[in-house]
C-alpha cells in the first residue's frame, strides 16, 4: 500500500493513529460490534487485507482493543483448555505485526531507509473507523450470519473473560507497562516498555534502544505463538507467562489503558449485578 510515513501533525495524526483508550471503561456501540463480529470470521485471512492491516499496523487503539474483546467475549467454543473466550484471531494478527515492526526496527539506515523507527507510523487509517464511517446504507443492516448484534453487543459490553483474563495474568505484565500510559509511572519507567504510539513520538530513536526494542517484541510473540498453538487441537497447553503475551502485545499496539483500568480494582472492575453482565449466556 503506497502512502508518506512522515508524522502527521495534531488532529491529522489522530485521523491515522487514533487515540489511546484512556484508564477506563471500554463502551462499544452496536455498530461497532457488527463491524468486528463480521471481522473476525474472516477478513484477516485475506491476502489484501492482510496486507493493509501490515500497513496500518492492525486498528486503532479503540479497535485493536474492542477487536480483542469481542472476540475473547463472544467465541463461545474451540480447541485447547479454556474451550472457547479466547483471542485466537488476535494472536494470529498481532504475531504478523509484532515480526513486522521487530524486523523494521532492526533494518540498519541507509540511503533508501534513514530512519527505520518509520515502521511504528501506520500508513493508512483504521478499517473498521472506515468502515463505521461510510454511508448509511438503506434497509436493514443485519449482523454476521443474521446475528442479533444488539444481543451481542451486551454481551461484549460486559467483559467478564476479559477482565478474567486481565486479573489471572496482572502480577506478570503489571511491571512491563508503557511507562508513558500509566498514571502512577507519569513516564519514569523503562523506555523500552513503550508503546507504540509513545515510542513513535520519541523520533528518532538510537540503534541500540531500536535493537532492544525489536528484541523486546520478538520475545512477546515467541510466548504468544505458542499460545496461538494451544488453542488448536495439536497444540501444548499454555501456562501463564504465554497466557500474558496477548495482552502485552495488543498494549504495545494500542496502548495499556483498558487492562489498566479491568485489573486496578477486581470489586469497581468486575460487572455488578445491575450491568449489561446480566444478559449474557452461553
Known amino acids: 500500500m503506497a502512502g508518506n510515513r512522515s508524522e502527521p501533525r495534531g488532529r491529522e495524526r489522530d485521523k491515522v493513529t487514533g487515540v489511546l483508550v484512556p484508564v477506563g471503561p471500554l463502551e462499544l456501540s452496536v455498530e461497532e460490534v457488527r463491524q468486528l463480529w463480521s ?8 491476502g489484501s487485507m492482510r496486507r493493509l492491516l501490515r500497513a496500518s499496523l492492525g486498528l486503532c487503539p479503540r479497535h485493536t ?31 504478523d505485526l509484532l515480526e513486522h515492526v521487530a524486523d523494521g526496527l532492526d533494518r ?53 473473560h476479559t477482565t478474567t483474563w486481565c486479573l489471572e495474568t496482572v502480577a506478570l505484565w503489571r511491571d512491563r507497562v508503557c511507562p508513558d500510559c500509566d498514571p502512577g509511572m507519569q513516564g519514569t519507567g523503562d ?26 517484541l520478538r520475545e512477546i510473540r515467541g510466548r504468544m505463538k505458542h499460545l496461538t498453538e494451544s488453542m488448536t ?14 495482552i502485552e502485545a495488543i498494549g504495545f499496539f494500542a496502548g495499556w489503558g483498558l487492562p489498566l483500568y479491568l485489573a486496578t480494582d477486581p470489586e469497581d472492575a468486575w460487572p455488578g449485578p445491575d450491568s449489561a453482565g446480566a444478559g449474557q449466556g452461553d
Not at 67 to 82: F, I, K, N, T
Not at 200 to 214: D, G, I, K, M, T
Open 108 to 160: 540498519k539506515s541507509s540511503l533508501l531507509q534513514r530512519h527505520p523507527e518509520e515502521v511504528l507510523l501506520p500508513v493508512g487509517p483504521c478499517r473498521i473507523c472506515q468502515d463505521m464511517a461510510s454511508p448509511d446504507l438503506p434497509g436493514l443492516r443485519m449482523g454476521y450470519a443474521n446475528s442479533n448484534t444488539e444481543a451481542l453487543t451486551t454481551e461484549a459490553n460486559a467483559m467478564v
Open 39 to 46: 471481522f473476525i470470521h474472516g477478513d484477516i485471512m485475506d
Open 233 to 246: 487441537d495439536y497444540g501444548a497447553p499454555a501456562g501463564a507467562k504465554e497466557n500474558t503475551s496477548w
Open 65 to 95: 482493543w474492542a477487536y480483542a474483546v469481542v472476540e475473547v467475549e463472544l467465541w463461545q467454543a474451540g480447541a485447547g483448555a479454556r474451550g472457547g473466550h479466547q483471542p485466537f484471531d488476535v494472536t494470529i494478527l498481532y504475531e
Open 191 to 216: 523506555p523500552v516498555f513503550l508503546c507504540c504510539f509513545h515510542l513513535s513520538a520519541r523520533r528518532p530513536l538510537p540503534e541500540q534502544f531500536r535493537h532492544a526494542v525489536a528484541a523486546r
